[in-house]
């Protein structure tokens, strides 16, 4: 998910702080320009000092649709998506972990969209309402299993079933949000033609048959002309004998 960093105000206050103890210990010091120069130097220093300490906090942006429905549904997938990354934390497994972490990443890819494009919702409503939800309740049963004190037949089979179907959830996921660039794959498309059209039109791009024989070097297959004829020769010999060169 798309997370803007706030930075924090307190080393602003450090840098703040320097003048005020400068200018009330040794109010003089700051009358001379040697002076004002340390003190703008020392709070300079502190400013960095304090932004080292105090780095600020990374948030979460919010994504608005202009539906606050729609707005609470993606909320809550976004939490759906945490509580698989805490899952893979928790579950050692590593042909689980491999898909887990496909599966954050697509899903990491489709809120950032969306939090450029919010209109875009519509195309992955299958993911939010069904993938994701069914995702994450498939990895709260596995951690039940995989916790469970004594593992007989029943258990191992349903947590071979769910590790097994990990790698259908984790395409099913990445389809999703390879959909979300569906449109902007047209509009590019489109973008591409009309600009080779205007190039074409004020002779800044050479035609495609010319783009060939310039490639090959050469006419165009299609205008080059067909090898000749083999011409047969005929030549009589003293004896009378008629010979024929070139034929068979």
Not at 53 to 80: K, W
Not at 189 to 194: S, W
């Amino acid at each position: 998910m798309k997370k803007v960093h706030i930075k924090s105000a307190i080393p602003i206050y450090i840098a703040a702080a320097v003048w005020l103890v400068v200018g009330l210990v040794l109010p003089k010091f700051l009358m001379k320009l040697p002076g004002l120069l340390v003190t703008a130097a020392l709070s300079v220093g502190a400013y960095f000092g304090g932004s080292v300490l105090f780095p600020g906090r990374e948030v979460e942006q919010q994504i608005t649709t202009g539906d606050a429905a729609v707005d609470r549904e993606i909320e809550v997938a976004r939490q759906r998506l945490e509580n698989l990354r805490k899952a893979n934390e928790a579950i050692p497994d590593p042909k689980i972990t491999r898909e887990l972490d496909r599966m954050y990443a697509a899903g990491q890819q489709i809120f950032n969209e969306l939090s450029r494009d919010p209109r875009k919702v519509a195309l992955v409503r299958r993911f939010m309402s069904y993938y994701l939800p069914t995702s994450e309740k498939l990895m709260e049963q596995y951690q039940v299993l995989m916790n469970a004190p004594s593992k007989g037949e029943n258990i191992t089979s349903a947590m071979k079933t769910i590790e097994s179907s990990m790698a259908l959830a984790a395409n099913a996921f990445e389809k999703c949000a390879d959909n979300l660039y569906k449109d902007d794959e047209m509009d590019i498309d489109a973008e591409i033609k009309v600009m080779q059209t205007m190039l074409s039109g004020d002779n800044l791009i050479k035609t495609d048959m010319n783009s060939i024989r310039d490639a090959v070097g050469r006419p165009a297959p299609e205008a080059q002309a067909a090898p000749a004829a083999p011409v047969e020769e005929e030549k009589t010999t003293k004896e009378g004998i008629r010979l024929t060169l070139g034929g068979h």
